[in-house]
């Protein structure tokens, strides 16, 4: 079992920037996969970044440029830094943890979702 909070979310101006932190309940190093997600209303939950135990990274397009993620290992804890903001990227912003069992199986660990609202 992995729990997950994310923290960071708020209002800002388009633009702006935030970082979002996202602090788990285990060595992340133990992790293999650890990301972060996205969910306006009324639309599906997309994929924003992702980054592997050994920090490689993958990006929806629509963040490229922009948005970063990275992974402290001390502190059990992943961030986004989102940059250069705009009023499309509002939505909430969910943490996801992928664990592969040695037996194959990959468990998904989801935290409670931190809100980003971008003004115009």
């Known amino acids: 079992q992995v729990q997950l909070v994310e923290s960071g979310g708020g209002l800002v101006q388009a633009g702006g920037s935030l970082r979002l932190s996202c602090i788990t309940s285990?060595?992340?190093?133990?992790?293999?996969?650890m990301g972060w997600y996205r969910q306006a209303p009324g639309k599906q939950r997309e994929l924003v970044a992702t980054?592997?135990?050994?920090?490689?990274?993958n990006y929806a397009d629509s963040v490229k440029g922009r948005f970063t993620i990275s992974r402290d290992n001390a502190k059990n804890t992943v961030y986004l830094q989102m940059n250069s903001l705009k009023p499309e990227d509002t939505a909430v912003y969910y943490c996801?943890?992928?664990?592969?069992?040695?037996?194959?199986?990959?468990?998904?660990?989801w935290g409670q979702g931190t809100q980003v609202t971008v003004s115009s």
């Open positions: 980054i592997t135990s050994g920090d490689s990274t």
């Open positions: 996801n943890a992928a664990v592969r069992t040695i037996s194959g199986i990959t468990y998904y660990y």
């Open positions: 285990r060595s992340i190093s133990s992790i293999n996969t």
